[in-house]
């Protein structure tokens, strides 16, 4: 079992940064790829961003790329979420998310098994 506890959502700024943690609870955290997606008012959840177990592979969605950074440090079973340049676009639940690691990146929220409470991102104009 995995238990994810995000933290580190608030009210930020257009054009500013925030950062999002997830701790995982999990004995091997290294062998899990991890993920953000988020799901804003009235709209379905959608990807944001993941990272293979080794931090070696990334993806993100069109909508964060070049603004978002995502890492992980398997020392402290925690994976990162560097949100920059931000707009109000970008205010929505943020989701962390777990799977085992495949040798390839996944994207779709249907195959990560394990799930954080949320944390609440608001973006002011």
């Known amino acids: 079992q995995v238990q994810l506890t995000e933290s580190g959502g608030g009210l930020g700024q257009a054009g500013g940064s925030l950062r999002l943690s997830c701790a995982a609870s999990?004995?091997?955290?290294?062998?899990?790829?991890m993920a953000w997606f988020r799901q804003a008012p009235g709209q379905e959840r959608e990807f944001v961003a993941a990272i293979g177990w080794t931090g070696g592979k990334v993806d993100y969605s069109d909508s964060v790329k070049g603004r978002f950074t995502i890492s992980r440090d398997n020392a402290k079973n925690t994976v990162y979420l560097d949100m920059d340049s931000l707009k109000p676009e970008d205010t929505a639940v943020y989701y962390c998310?777990?799977?085992?690691?495949?040798?390839?990146?996944?994207?779709?929220?249907?195959?990560?098994?394990?799930w954080g409470q949320g944390t609440q991102v608001t973006v002011s104009s």
């Open positions: 999990v004995r091997s955290f290294s062998s899990y790829t």
């Open positions: 998310a777990a799977r085992l690691a495949t040798p390839y990146i996944i994207s779709r929220q249907y195959e990560y098994d394990y």
